[in-house]
């Protein structure tokens, strides 16, 4: 039986032989990356320009961006350096590390939507005390437990993991998985990391989430049908894109959760490599396009901003027009004296 430190990297499997298809994936993966990085670099700084927009829900909106940058740099860059690799090889140290990134992504993935969802069902259910439930400096704090309290959990369930001894190699994966990495395991207490896995991972980090905002959107639902119309359509113009990305980001884990615990022969291999990376490629590209499309302040905010732009660079050209004529005229004149 080896010992864990004796194993100093891991194969990642599902690469395969791609030949010169290598480049077109990289290619696609690099142009994926640069769009999640732009569309939510662009979004965080309209918000951050914007004092109109400096209100709770944009505030975590905001935090759901920083949150996809991050989720997508954990896995697109490796993806990257994988596919022009031919071994496929990622050592042990990193492979903990891609994995404490992705836990910690989807871990506060589901708590900014879940603080989302309270947000509207505060701002739809009592309107009257919004502003005294819903306040900057309780959005900040709540931000920050969010992300404190994901970092330990998945920190604590590595610590478990860590220290099993390891009798494989083999990842049957793009990427590093935790219960696949577990699996490779030999050691006889690997129960404990198996059971926090699934209690931690599965209930408080998924389960316990997607219950609560189910819970609040029933009662949403509830005042919509009592209220009038302008409360339906602030509920459907705030709350479609909350649910839409929800509804998207559950399907990603629950597939994922599947896929590595069950043999999914039946789905075509590009498909299942496509489906298994969903939550940390299509995921933070999809939020920023979503709502900036579908929220009416960010798509005003957005036009002011790119209106506000093209008029100082009209202003700049046409300083630089005027400056070049008076420099040409004195050139001019000197050249007739």
């Known amino acids: 039986m080896e010992n864990s430190t004796q194993i100093k990297s891991f194969v990642l499997a599902m690469y395969g032989n791609m030949g010169p298809l290598k480049y077109l994936f990289f290619t696609v ?3 994926f990356y640069i769009s999640v990085i732009l569309a939510n670099t662009i979004l965080i700084v309209i918000i951050y320009v914007d004092r109109n927009l400096h209100e709770p829900m944009y505030i975590f909106l905001c935090n759901l961006f920083v949150n996809e940058i991050y ?3 954990s896995m697109l860059p490796c993806l990257m350096h994988q596919l022009l690799l031919d071994t496929h090889e990622i050592s042990v140290q ?3 590390l891609q994995i404490f990134n992705i836990h910690t992504y989807v871990a506060v993935e589901f708590g900014t939507l879940t603080i989302m969802a309270y947000d509207r069902f505060i ?3 009592k309107p009257l005390h919004y502003n005294a439930i ?3 400096q309780i959005v900040l704090k709540v931000i920050l437990i969010i992300w404190i309290v994901s970092f330990v959990e998945v920190g604590v369930l590595l610590s478990f993991t860590i220290r099993l001894k390891r009798c494989g190699t083999v990842i049957h994966k793009v990427f590093c998985a935790h219960h696949l990495v577990v699996e490779l395991s030999c050691s006889p207490d690997r129960t404990v990391s198996l059971i926090h896995d ?3 991972g ?3 980090t998924v389960a316990a989430p997607v219950t609560y905002i189910s819970f609040t959107y029933v009662k949403i639902l509830a005042v919509c049908l009592k209220g009038s119309k302008e409360t339906k359509v602030k509920a459907v113009d705030t709350c479609t894109p909350h649910l839409v990305s929800l509804i998207s980001f559950v399907f ?3 597939y994922s959760l599947i896929t590595q615990r069950f043999d999914m022969f039946s789905v075509p291999y590009p498909l299942c490599v496509v489906l298994s990376m969903y939550v940390v490629i299509v995921q933070p590209l999809q939020n920023p396009i979503m709502y900036g499309l579908k929220l009416s302040k960010i798509r005003q905010a957005c036009k002011h901003l790119l209106t506000l732009k093209s008029l100082q660079l009209y202003i700049f050209l046409q300083r630089i027009y005027i400056l070049a004529s008076i420099i040409n005229k004195n050139n001019t004149a000197q050249f007739i004296l």
């Open 198 to 200: 699934l209690v931690f």
């Open 123 to 125: 701002c739809i259910c």
């Open 202 to 204: 599965l209930f408080f």
């Open 29 to 31: 993966a690099l142009l």
């Open 252 to 254: 990603a884990c629950f």
């Open 134 to 136: 819903i306040t900057k």
């Open 94 to 96: 990193f492979c903990f």
């Open 71 to 73: 989720g997508s740099t």
